[in-house]
Structures are given as C-alpha cells and as structure tokens.
C-alpha cells in the first residue's frame, strides 16, 4: 500500500478501499466479483471472478505467483533470486549441508483457490538449488503433505512431519525455508528435538513479517518482501489499464528483486565472532571455493590493519585469514574430488588454480595424500555419501517433459518449403523423432539433392525455431512437475540427456519452468553420435557422479530407448510415438504417461 500510495503523490488521487469485515466503526467492505469500482489489486483470484472483472471493464493487477491470470498482469516477487540469495547467505554461514522446505498441496475449503504444489515453492527451490550447485552441493527437500486448514490440530500435523524431516537432516545444516511462516514451524519443531538454532540448524524465511520473525526464539532471519517496488509497480499497471492506455504484452508478468537478507539469530552463525572481521569471514566463504583470494586483498576493503585482522581471527577461529582461506579451499576441494563427472582440469579451473600440478601440490600438502589417490579410495567406499547418489534419473525432453516436437517440426518444414521442398508430419515422426539435429539436417539435405542451399536450410531453421519457442507458450507434459517434485523430495539427482543442442535445452526448460529441477544436461551437440548411440546419456550420468547401472531413463522414442539401453540404462517408455523399430531398444515398463509412474516400483532401496 506505501508504494500505491508513493506512485499517487504526483498524480490524480485516487479513492482506495481496502477489503475489510469490521460491523463497528468501519463500513464492512468485500470485494468479489460483485464489487464495483475502475480498478482492483488483487492477491489471487478465481477465474470466474476475473472474467466478471473483465466483462464489467474493471482494470486488475495480481500480486501473487499462483491461479489464473485471464490475461491480467502480475506483479510478483522474483522467486528465483529470493532462492539464490538464501544458498548464498547460507554457504556463507560456513555451513555444508543444507534443505529446503516448503508446503505442498494446501487444502482449502473452496476448492478454486487450492492450485496444487505452489509455483512459487519450485521457483524459489529452483534458485536456491542453482547456486548451491555452484558450490558442488545439493539440498535436501521436502513438500509437506496437503492437510486441511481449517481443522484445530492441523498445526500439529504441520510441526510433527517438520520435525521428523528435521530429524534425519545431517548437521550442522542451513535450512532455507520457503517464507516466515513455515520458517517459524521449523524453529518451534527444532526446539522440540533439542536441535540448536543456529548451531546445529540456521534458519533463513522470506518475507520479513515482524509477527513471525520477532515471535520465534530466536528471532528469524529473513530475506525482504520487496513490497515498496511492488506497490509502485502494480499502481502504475493499474493506471494504464484504467486510462485506457493499454498494456504491453511483456508487462502480463512483472517480476521485481527480493530486499536483503535481515540476519537475525537463527542463521547468525558468527554470532559470537567479532563484529569487525564478520564480513570478511562471510567473503572468504563465498568467494574462496572459486578464488585464491589473498589475505592482502583482504586488508584492502577493511579499515583494520593486517596485525588487528590476524590477532582477532586468531581469537575467533584459532587460525588466522590465510588458513581460514586455505580451509575452505580445501573443503571444496574434497567435495568436487568426490564427484566423478569433474576432471582434474576442470576442477583446477573451476577452483581458479594455474594448473592441475599447482592443485595437486595444494592437496597433498594440505592432506598428505594425491587428489587420485583420495578420489580412487573414496569411489572404492561402497557406503552412500551425499556427493555420490544410489541412484539418478535420466530424462529425455522433447516429447518426454515438454511437447516440443511440433515446434521442431514445423521449423523444419519451414525452412524447408522455403526451397520448394515438403516435409510431412507423418515423415517427420517416423524418420526423426529422437535423432538428433545433426542427423535431422544431414538427411533432410541429402533428401532435397543438388541445387540445396545446405547452409541457407541450417539457418533458416534455428531462426525459425527461435521465433516460435519465444512466441509459443510451452507447459510442461500431464504428470512432469508432480513426477519431478516427487523425486526432489527424495533427493534424486535428475539430468536431461537429449538429442537437441545445449542452447536451446536451455531455453525450453525455462520456458516451461523446469530449469531448477536438473543437476546435469547433456545435448546432442555435444557427443560424437546422437541417439541410438549411448554417447548422451554416458554424458549425463557421468556428469551426474552416477554410474549407468544405477540410472532409471525415461524416454519417448526408438531412438532414445535403444541408447539408454545401450548405456547400461533400465528404460521406462512413455507415450506412443510412431517410429522405426530400432535394434537394441528395451523398455522395463511401458506407460501412457508420467502421471502413470510408480516410482517406489524402481526404487533399489529404501530411500528416506
């Protein structure tokens, strides 16, 4: 409301009435689809609410992630920068395990306003996941289960399945959870385990809401709502739509930086150190694991001097900043070491070292042993640690996650009728579902003969595609998003091993919204051979620390199929899509769709 209110200062006043249901001093206003007025900000709303809107040319703004839109815009928080700024706060806390909680399906009274898992959730998981894996980490999740509201004792429930999930966290760890609320639960069920806060369980929310951060004990850490900009905002949507302005379609889905982090006692690890070398302990931890930063660089942003800098580390943490650098450094290191997708050189540039020599002489003095030799006996080590899974999970993603399919067919047809030649629906499907482009190209070239501008095919396609995946809204497939949430919330590693290139996997997973969900992708641009070939998916699971035996692929085509099994895979086919027969293709179980899948069925062991 400040920031409608500051919008307004400059402008034609307005008359606000805010929904209330005070009988007494106030008159008791609702507003539904019955009230009358030019113009509504609305939190949510129900369809048959905003149609009724629209039909009486009442102007809208929506503020919150969930529900229908029906062309409204929405002005909301970015989700995806609230999730990376908590991994960021919570690595610099110098913690190593972490978790992310948050609700799942809520049970309301009116059926219209329970829209399922909460798009919000996955947005704020998705960022909070991405930055963590820039650290080689991954967080555990977990979506309580959907309970009515309503009821006296739900709140009960609530605190108990938090606990128990609290419970089998390693520790110490970083908790991000998904707002004040449910951060405030995690507190209260920590307390009754006897888990300390911050000690062995930091807590970050969102939000920022004094009735939950000053009410929990102790105080909660949060990250700030931006309610000021969104305010702004959504008054200066409002008023276009009312003056007749019009909208401009990039303007339907606004999204505005969270504040900063308010670090209260729950995450406030430092606590106990002194005040003055704080930032620079925070520095070290994040920027370490990827910079050799020096202890003179150091001194260079602080007003205290190189003496006073040692001295109070030294009273802090037992050691001084250069050990404190070399520390975390050398906690990174371990880490990558453990995971059998990195290379030694990779790992030597990630971690910013002149050469793979220099990170070995780093490690063996640090250790006393060689980076092979710890990682040859660390892959020997049959137990289950949390860098090398017991099992993953491979997706294709044209016609797998996404019906993208269409949009790649009709890109080529494009291009190719642009030269007099025809490609049908029905060649497409039986010929090239699940090759790769490479493969596409080349026999579509070889198909049209002499006289075929070869290079003028190759670019009018990609362009083509490009028009139509910005263009062309692209949802996810029946059953992907509950499939890949249940599967998160048993902390499986996921990874995408498709025939299309490396750009544009990208693009469709964040066009359908998915991109948080995956730890690896590996694209036909980026193997010697496409599908049927194993090349791929050995990419994926390797980029995964997975070995092939214990990776579950999901596919929808011959193709696809026959280079999972190929790759040592177990196959699961989904849908029905025409193609050739291609030797070697097998499949454990063929199911219509992933709303079909019963993943205890595949599981090798218990997972918690």
């Given at each position: 409301m400040e920031g409608v209110t500051d919008y307004l200062r400059a402008r034609e006043p307005w008359t606000l009435v805010t929904e209330n249901d005070s009988f007494g001093e106030m008159e008791a206003i609702r507003i539904d689809r019955h009230w009358n007025g030019d113009g509504v900000i609305l939190f949510r709303a129900t369809q048959e609410e905003l149609s009724a809107f629209r039909q009486r040319g009442v102007a809208v703004v929506i503020t919150s992630t969930e529900g229908p839109s029906d062309g409204f815009p929405r002005v909301i928080p970015d989700n995806h920068h609230v999730g990376r700024i908590a991994a960021e706060h919570l690595v610099a806390c110098g913690l190593e395990n972490h978790a992310f909680l948050a609700r799942g399906e809520t049970i309301y009274r009116e059926q219209e306003y329970a829209p399922g898992l909460r798009r919000y959730a996955r947005e704020r998981l998705g960022g909070f996941r991405e930055r963590l894996a820039e650290f080689a980490r991954q967080p555990s999740v977990h979506y309580l289960q959907g309970r009515p509201l309503w009821k006296k004792d739900t709140w009960r429930e609530v605190e108990a399945e938090t606990a128990e999930f609290l419970r089998r966290l390693p520790k110490p760890c970083g908790l991000f959870a998904v707002d004040d609320a449910l951060a405030s639960v995690a507190i209260r069920a920590a307390a009754g385990l006897g888990i300390r806060v911050p000690e062995d369980l930091a807590v970050i929310g969102f939000g920022d809401d004094p009735a939950y951060c000053f009410s929990s004990s102790p105080a909660l850490s949060t990250i700030v709502y931006p309610a000021f900009p969104i305010g702004r905002h959504v008054a200066e949507l409002l008023e276009q739509q009312m003056s007749g302005s019009g909208l401009q379609t990039d303007n339907l889905r606004t999204t505005v930086a969270p504040g900063a982090v308010i670090v209260r006692r729950s995450s406030d690890t430092l606590g106990?150190?002194?005040?003055?070398?704080?930032?620079?302990?925070?520095?070290?931890?994040?920027?370490?694991?990827?910079?050799?930063?020096?202890?003179?660089?150091?001194?260079?942003?602080?007003?205290?001097?190189l003496t006073t800098i040692k001295a109070r580390f030294s009273a802090a943490l037992g050691h001084g900043p250069k050990q404190e650098i070399q520390r975390v450094r050398l906690a990174h290191l371990r880490t990558l070491l453990l995971e059998p997708r990195f290379s030694f050189a990779?790992?030597?540039?990630?971690?910013?070292?002149?050469?793979?020599?220099?990170?070995?002489?780093?490690?063996?003095?640090?250790t006393g042993e060689s980076p092979s030799s710890f990682r040859e006996r660390e892959v020997r080590n049959e137990s289950p640690s949390p860098?090398?899974?017991?099992?993953?999970?491979?997706?294709?993603?044209?016609?797998?996650?996404?019906?993208?399919?269409?949009?790649?067919?009709?890109?080529?047809?494009?291009?190719?009728?642009?030269?007099?030649?025809?490609?049908?629906?029905?060649?497409?499907?039986?010929?090239?579902?699940?090759?790769?482009?490479?493969?596409?190209?080349?026999?579509?070239?070889?198909?049209?003969?002499?006289?075929?501008?070869?290079?003028?095919?190759?670019?009018?396609?990609?362009?083509?595609?490009?028009?139509?995946?910005?263009?062309?809204?692209?949802?996810?497939?029946?059953?992907?998003?509950?499939?890949?949430?249940?599967?998160?919330?048993?902390?499986?590693?996921?990874?995408?091993?498709?025939?299309?290139?490396?750009?544009?996997?990208?693009?469709?997973?964040?066009?359908?919204?998915?991109?948080?969900?995956?730890?690896?992708?590996?694209?036909?641009?980026?193997?010697?051979?496409?599908?049927?070939?194993?090349?791929?998916?050995?990419?994926?699971?390797?980029?995964?620390?997975?070995?092939?035996?214990?990776?579950?692929?999901?596919?929808?085509?011959?193709?696809?199929?026959?280079?999972?099994?190929?790759?040592?895979?177990?196959?699961?086919?989904?849908?029905?899509?025409?193609?050739?027969?291609?030797?070697?293709?097998?499949?454990?179980?063929?199911?219509?769709?992933?709303?079909?899948?019963?993943?205890?069925?595949f599981m090798p062991f218990p997972v918690s």
């Open positions: 106990t150190v002194d005040p003055s070398i704080q930032g620079i302990i925070r520095r070290i931890r994040l920027e370490a694991p990827r910079d050799p930063i020096r202890v003179s660089e150091l001194v260079a942003g602080s007003p205290l001097s990779q790992i030597a540039e990630h971690m910013g070292f002149v050469s793979c020599h220099e990170m070995g002489r780093f490690f063996t003095r640090s860098t090398r899974p017991r099992w993953a999970v491979v997706f294709d993603l044209d016609g797998t996650l996404i019906d993208s399919e269409p949009l790649y067919f009709e890109a080529y047809r494009t291009a190719f009728a642009a030269q007099g030649m025809e490609l049908t629906e029905e060649t497409y499907a039986r010929d090239f579902i699940g090759a790769s482009n490479t493969a596409i190209e080349q026999q579509l070239i070889s198909t049209a003969g002499a006289g075929f501008d070869a290079a003028r095919f190759r670019t009018d396609w990609r362009d083509s595609l490009g028009q139509i995946l910005r263009s062309t809204p692209l949802p996810p497939l029946p059953g992907v998003v509950a499939c890949l949430e249940a599967l998160c919330e048993r902390s499986v590693p996921l990874g995408i091993a498709s025939s299309s290139d490396v750009a544009d996997i990208d693009t469709c997973l964040h066009a359908a919204g998915l991109a948080g969900y995956f730890s690896a992708r590996s694209g036909g641009d980026e193997v010697p051979q496409g599908k049927p070939a194993p090349d791929v998916f050995l990419l994926t699971s390797r980029r995964l620390g997975a070995d092939p035996s214990i990776c579950l692929a999901i596919e929808d085509s011959e193709r696809g199929a026959a280079a999972a099994t190929a790759a040592g895979m177990k196959v699961v086919r989904v849908g029905n899509n025409p193609g050739n027969e291609v030797p070697g293709s097998r499949s454990i179980i063929r199911i219509s769709s992933l709303e079909d899948i019963d993943w205890h069925a």
